[in-house]
């Protein structure tokens, strides 16, 4: 059976509410980590950015294979992203 239900936007959350702090975006291909610095409709940009090529066991601190990309800031483009969060 089909539902109406209202959907309501809320200011500052998702990515815009996850600004300056430490992110992971889970995309179509890569992982990629850093600090999020901006977000628009088409792109997130990540300081200090990091691709991860292995994760290793969620629970630990750090990721098992973190390769630093070349450039202090990166683009992600918001449509390969799959999920996102701060891991800690």
């Given at each position: 059976m089909k539902k109406l239900v209202k959907v309501e936007e809320?200011?500052?959350e998702g990515l815009v509410g996850l600004l300056g702090k430490k992110v992971?975006?889970?995309c179509a291909i890569y992982i990629y980590t850093g600090t999020l610095v901006g977000v628009n409709d088409s792109f997130v940009k990540l300081e200090d950015p990091s691709i991860v090529y292995e994760t290793g066991p969620f629970t630990d601190k750090?990721?098992?294979?973190?390769q630093p990309l070349p450039e202090k800031e990166w683009y992600v483009?918001?449509?390969m992203i799959?999920?996102?969060g701060v891991m800690k």
């Open positions: 809320v200011q500052g992971t975006l889970f750090k990721w098992k294979d973190a483009q918001t449509g799959e999920s996102f």
